[in-house]
């Protein structure tokens, strides 16, 4: 089994940045994508971004230019630097890993983080 640990969330002003972590653990052969994903009350959960194995992203057109993801593959670590954070931005932020295979298992299987909270406000 693997689980996703996010780290990072907390309160900070418009304008202010954050940075989240999200660290994969079990007996992991690989993981073809890490992404993350935002829900905010009432909302339904959305796609922020992702980052595939060989590096190639996609972002949301509302975190373009602000947000950026980034991996370390050696440690199944992703990671997402928020700039320029806007009260929009607020939610509960969702690490996914996807394609995720494993020691002993066949096929591949997807798993998602308990979130953390990222609240913009002054």
């Known amino acids: 089994q693997v689980q996703l640990v996010e780290s990072g969330g907390g309160l900070v002003q418009p304008g202010g940045s954050l940075r989240l972590s999200c660290a994969a653990s079990?007996?992991?052969?690989?993981?073809?994508?890490m992404g993350w994903y935002r829900q905010a009350p009432g909302n339904e959960r959305e796609l922020v971004a992702t980052i595939i194995s060989g590096g190639s992203t996609n972002y949301a057109d509302s975190v373009k230019g602000r947000f950026t993801i980034s991996r370390d593959n050696a440690k199944n670590t992703v990671y997402l630097q928020m700039n320029n954070l806007k009260p929009e931005d607020t939610a509960v932020y969702y690490c996914?890993?996807?394609?995720?295979?494993?020691?002993?298992?066949?096929?591949?299987?997807?798993?998602w983080g308990q979130g953390t909270q990222v609240t913009v406000s002054s």
């Open positions: 079990g007996s992991i052969v690989s993981i073809y994508a």
């Open positions: 996914k890993a996807e394609r995720v295979r494993e020691v002993g298992f066949v096929g591949r299987y997807d798993y």
